[in-house]
Nanobody, 121 residues
């Protein structure tokens, strides 16, 4: 079965940087689309960034210019976050699917366990 295991969350001060990782396994063909989502208490889950096979990326407006999504040859997914703001505080989830579309609004079937990011002011 497909598994996504996250690491790298934590607490940082505003303006700081943090990198999240998501190790993937349990499949034969590489995921066509991988993504990072986040959800803060009382808010809807928000797509932060997606990366498709071929490394094309899309970002939420809130993440553009500050966050970078990437993956390595082992299909480990990363989210490098810089210039962090308190409003970035949320539970962050990685996700993957094998569908053609790779958008922030795509429906993802496979999810990581989540990791908390807390940004203090």
């Amino acid at each position: 079965q497909v598994q996504l295991v996250q690491s790298g969350g934590g607490s940082v001060q505003a303006g700081g940087s943090l990198t999240l990782s998501c190790a993937t396994s349990g499949y034969t063909n590489s995921p066509y689309c991988m993504a990072w989502f986040r959800q803060a208490p009382g808010k809807e889950r928000e797509g932060v960034a997606v990366i498709e096979d071929g490394a094309k990326t899309k970002y939420a407006d809130s993440a553009k210019g500050r966050f970078t999504i990437s993956k390595d040859n082992a299909n480990t997914l990363y989210l490098h976050m810089s210039s962090l703001k308190p409003e970035d505080s949320a539970m962050y989830y990685c996700a993957a699917h094998w569908l053609v579309r790779c958008e922030l609004t795509s429906q993802f079937r496979h999810w990581g366990q989540g990791t908390q990011v807390t940004v203090s002011s």
